[in-house]
């Protein structure tokens, strides 16, 4: 882990697998709409409406998965000061929000034809609401500072904080009789959804991963970038 700490060394590592990312996320999310538009059924009972959820279901996976990435870096930016993982903190939280909001702007166009409302304070739906403030705060607190290093680091006590709703979101429809659905991806016995629409799902949760890689690259390359041109400014200055 520690090797990675070198940013020069980070930026080598980025740009080898940047093209595999890109390549994979195009293949993968052109394969998983083609199929889930076109070759997967209609549901016996929601009919065509279900094709959204090859859009909401793998960005609710991704709002997680996001957030946690973000907590396992931040816990090792505080913890071992390792100056990269603070950037990839720090470059993955408006990625998170955006998949985020796609999951509650999707969930809402499909719970108004099942369910007859956009919204509900559903246990699911509110806990996934919560997840996109967290984001939202996140983001705001690591900016809210005139030092950097002072607003990521409260930032980064945040990320910490705010993990304990991952699993809370996870298991919300286990622990709550609610409105929302019961999981029928991620089960311990086999899933229940017929193989035809669970390969476009995975074809889509395997590009929004890699989707979610590039762009997460690409802006600690950036962010990288801003800071060095920031200590070079400040040397300037110094004279």
């Not at 505080?78 to 939280?93: C, F, M, N, Q, S």
């Not at 719970?111 to 996934?128: E, F, H, I, K, N």
Request: with cysteine.
């Amino acid at each position: 882990m520690h090797r990675f700490a070198n940013p020069a060394r980070f930026q080598r590592l980025g740009r080898s697998l940047l093209p595999w990312t890109s390549a994979i996320a195009a293949v993968a999310i052109a394969a998983g709409l083609t199929l889930g538009l076109f070759a997967s059924p209609a549901d016996y009972q929601q009919g065509e409406t279900v094709r959204i959820m090859y859009v909401h279901v793998p960005s609710a996976w991704m709002a997680m998965f996001v957030y946690t990435t973000m907590a396992v870096a931040s816990a090792t930016a505080l913890v071992w000061k390792h100056p990269v993982a603070e950037l990839v903190a720090e470059a993955a939280a408006p990625i998170g929000a955006a998949f985020t909001f796609i999951c509650l702007v999707t969930g809402a166009l499909w719970g108004q034809p099942m369910w007859g409302t956009w919204w509900v304070w559903d246990a699911r739906l509110t806990s996934v609401l919560v997840l996109f403030f967290l984001y939202l705060g996140y983001i705001a607190l690591a900016h809210a500072f005139d030092d950097p290093s002072r607003g990521a680091k409260a930032a980064s006590i945040l990320a910490l904080v705010g993990w304990v709703n991952v699993p809370i979101v996870k298991f919300s429809v286990d622990w709550w009789n609610t409105l929302h659905q019961p999981a029928s991806i991620t089960r311990f016995d086999a899933p229940a959804i017929d193989t035809a629409m669970l390969v476009p799902l995975l074809a889509m949760a395997v590009g929004f991963t890699a989707l979610f890689a590039s762009l997460l690259i690409l802006r600690v390359e950036a962010a990288i970038a801003a800071r060095r041109i920031r200590a070079l400014r400040l040397l300037e200055t110094r004279g």
